[in-house]
């Protein structure tokens, strides 16, 4: 927990919030003494004037404590707050720049859970720490000492008090703290549950699932929930059992105490002061008490931040990256002997992939489903990174490019259109900022969504969120629009025009080939039917993570078997017909 909080709090801060709460125990551990004073010195000798200046001095310390408290925890909750944003940010930070390949390794759900949760958790120990960690040893220490000095015999009762408090919380800990530690992990749950059935809601709806996922959002809540119940039972024991060893303590107090007052061994007022410093003492120690059960908590939050804040990207920058040529018009990209093995994976999902393509040049990838053509493109803005071959772009490994410059060369359309919530226009300017309208409204038409766009609000009509407003294929148009938009060497279509209608598609391409600036770059088609791939320059026919098939549509139609039974098998659905 130290390692997450250093550097992210200000050492001002807490010296000033440690300064001010010495002040605020040091006064609060004064006033007892100052009663007794007042009790054995004025009360007692009926001297009014002493009264009166002790009486004083009383209210400045109590003053002072009261100051020093609002100090205390002015500093300590703004710390807090300010670990909790810096923590907030620097995952955010952390996590936004990783690939996909890390994201493997985390659960989105869980994520969020650490950005959120996890965090509070962080910042209630913190808030708890500059209050209670340092308030309960000094006035446990303190609160001692002044006891002792005002009677050593009655201190005795400590020494049976204090053992048996240490005893019961240490058996309230063993219970507490494991299901205190598992909250976080059933948060988690509870999370992806919600989050999955949020995202699945039309999938649950078709296939009448309600009930079977709201079953199974019921266990992840009640678990969570029954592990809640059995934490805060235990601590509800808890406290009348300290309230009750506190009673008996002050009844042991004043028993032996009024013994000694008849005795004449201690003044009245030193009883008064033993019985407050005894409640403080007790009081830090039960403080003491709670810090312990909440740390293991937050040990756990911080140990689920440091997993995210630590994962080092796979996927990093060169120290001094090479720079990527911004002609864009004369471009080369070659995949050479590009094998690829996800993370954790017994095979791989490409095998031996060896092919080139020059500006102007279109290749489409095709091949049957998980015959790794997503993979394929994936490694070349570096969302993952090759296992061994290379990827070259203008003859330069693509490793050798900060990842910055080489995304800012490669526009992708992914498999799944995911929009922001915003206006059109700000989706389409999502990769281009400075975009004119004129810019937009041209890639618009070309990915034949200026339509539906024009008959609502044009490039104001809004987006809402995942852009659940639009149609699958609407959603794939202005996902491919947007692409166009940005100024790139290569653009890469992810199975993105299978969303679209024969002629759609047909017409689209058409206008790629058309387009003035478009037709000078490099076009990346991945693509199930056959009629979407024929015109390519290179087709690349994939199956199982190999290459079994690179050429035109001609070529591969007379000589390659796979080619041949994609076709066949479209020809009998009546769609192969398109191209023929
Ligand atoms: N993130 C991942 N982790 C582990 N294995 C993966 C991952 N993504 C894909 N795979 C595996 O890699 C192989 C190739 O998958 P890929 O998505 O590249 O196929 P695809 O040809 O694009 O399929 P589709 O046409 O269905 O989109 C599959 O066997 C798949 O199970």
Known sequence: MLKIARGRMSIWAVTGAFLFMIVQVISSLNLPSLTANIVNNGVAKGDINYIWRVGAEMVAFALLSVLAAVGNVFLAARTSQSLGQKLRSDIYRK????????????ETSSLITRTTNDVVQIQNVAMMALRMMIMAPIMLIGASVLAYSKNHQLTLIFLIVLPLLAIFIGIVMRFAVPLFRAMQSKTDRINLVFR???????????????????????????????????VYSIMAVMLPIMTLMMSATNIGITWFGAKLIGDFSMPVGNLIA????????????????????FIPRAQASALRIQEVL?????????????????????????????????RGAENRALTDIDFSAKSGQTVAIIGGTGSGKTSLVSLLPRFYDVESGKITLNGTDIRQFSQHDLRDA?????????????????????????????????????????????SEDGLETRVEQGGGNFSGGQRQRLAIAR??????????????FSALDFKTDAELRAELREDSRIQNRIVVIVAQRIATVADADLILVLDNGKLVGKGTHAQLKANNAVYQEIMDSQLKEGEGEQHE
């Open 274 to 293: 033993f019985m407050t410093y005894a409640a403080q003492i007790l009081m830090s120690f039960m403080m003491l008490a709670m810090v312990f059960v």
């Open 196 to 230: 999955e059935g949020l995202t699945g809601v039309r999938v649950i709806r078709a296939f009448r699932r309600d009930k079977f996922e709201q079953g199974r959002f019921e266990t992840a809540n009640q678990d969570y929930t029954h592990n809640a119940v059995k």
């Open 95 to 106: 996590v936004i720049g990783f690939s996909n390949d890390e994201f493997d390794q985390v």
């Open 410 to 454: 490669v526009s992708f359309v992914p498999q799944t259109a995911i929009l922001f919530t915003g206006t059109v226009r700000e989706n389409m300017q999502y990769g281009a900022p400075d975009a004119s309208d004129e810019a937009i409204w041209h890639a618009l038409e070309i990915a034949r969504a200026d339509g539906f766009i024009k």
């Open 310 to 342: 630590s994962l080092e990207p796979t996927i990093t920058d060169q120290p001094e990256p090479a720079t990527l040529p911004t002609d864009f018009d004369h471009s080369e990209l070659t995949y050479q002997n590009v094998d690829y093995r996800y």
């Open 483 to 496: 692409a166009l938009v940005k100024d790139a060497a290569v653009y890469v279509f992810d199975d993105s």
